[in-house]
């Protein structure tokens, strides 16, 4: 058995190209869609992540404003720039790149953003919303994993779904999403015991921990979808995730590879959050799923 691998630049090119007729739509009623992105310091991998956001805003039409502020930037300084944005009709929805300075309080200014310009999906709101299984605006990354399942025609309803990692960002709101959908789901995480015979198990395996290299085939259960979150920059440069991809194709039945799998849709889900927003904030469509 060799892995079908889930290439996630083929599916964010498609997906984007909907996405592009859907803000064009909008534009020709008089409302392009708006994000604005707040990077405060020099950090070089928020850097090289904004740098693919912004292309990709170009790409689908979306209007995008850079924000860059210098690594000394205060608090009350960011946070009256989140509300300058929360006021400003152009923009439907602001991107705060973390990580934030050490001077500055991230949980202060993602609930200083508005729940309806939240496309990144981390507000209060927007968490009690998909705890709760409202409409809201999901974390994009594991917005991401769910349609990658989707358009690859993996089942997820009665199936058994681990997932590693119990993040703010991935893995809880990945095991909601997961049980929403119906599936059976188990969180791990670094004080789990016998994780590999609870990996073992799942039909669908979402590693998202960043250990660079942990899944190994004896780890995989033959024929399991196997959703690499992770990416690690190794000593020599080079990038790799959190499954052994050499060890884990022969076993698993899908494989989504890194780099070109789960990141270039984490992005796409970010442009599709932001046109959702456009919509609802121009009353054209009440918010819905990407």
């Not at 994009?140 to 779904?161: D, E, F």
């Not at 884990?248 to 959050?273: D, E, Q, R």
Request: charged fraction near 15%; include cysteine; proline fraction near 7%.
């Amino acid at each position: 058995m060799t892995a079908r691998l889930i290439d996630g630049i083929a599916l964010s090119k498609t997906l984007r190209e909907e996405f592009a007729l859907r803000v064009a739509a909008l534009v020709q009623r008089g409302q392009q869609p708006g994000l604005a992105v707040l990077v405060v310091g020099d950090n070089a991998a928020s850097r090289i992540y904004v740098r693919n956001k912004v292309r990709a805003c170009a790409e689908c039409g979306v209007h995008s404003r850079l924000i860059e502020l210098p690594a000394d930037t205060s608090e009350a300084e960011v946070l009256a720039r989140v509300q300058a944005l929360n006021a400003d009709p152009a923009i439907h929805g602001i991107l705060v790149q973390l990580p934030l300075p050490p001077q500055i309080a991230e949980a202060t200014i993602i609930e200083a953003i508005a729940p309806e310009k939240d496309v990144d999906g981390f507000h209060l709101a927007n968490i009690g919303a998909l705890v709760i299984g409202k409409p809201g605006f999901i974390p994009c990354t594991p917005a991401g994993v769910m349609v990658m399942l989707q358009r690859s025609g993996v089942t997820v309803a009665g199936k058994q779904a681990v997932v590693l990692g119990r993040s703010n960002i991935v893995g809880k709101p990945m095991a909601l999403l997961l049980l929403q959908q119906d599936a059976t789901v188990t969180i791990c995480h670094s004080k789990t015991a016998n994780l590999a015979a609870i990996t073992r198990n799942a039909d669908i395996l979402i590693a998202a921990i960043g250990r660079p290299n942990f899944v190994t085939g004896d780890m995989v259960k033959p024929g399991a979808c196997v959703i690499d979150v992770g990416i690690n920059r190794l000593p020599d440069g080079k990038l790799c995730g959190d499954v052994a991809a050499q060890s884990v194709a022969p076993i698993a039945g899908w494989l989504s590879p890194v780099p070109g799998g789960v990141g270039p849709m984490t992005i796409t889900m970010l442009l599709a959050n932001t046109r959702s927003a456009a919509e609802q904030q121009a009353g054209y469509t009440s918010l819905k799923r990407p």
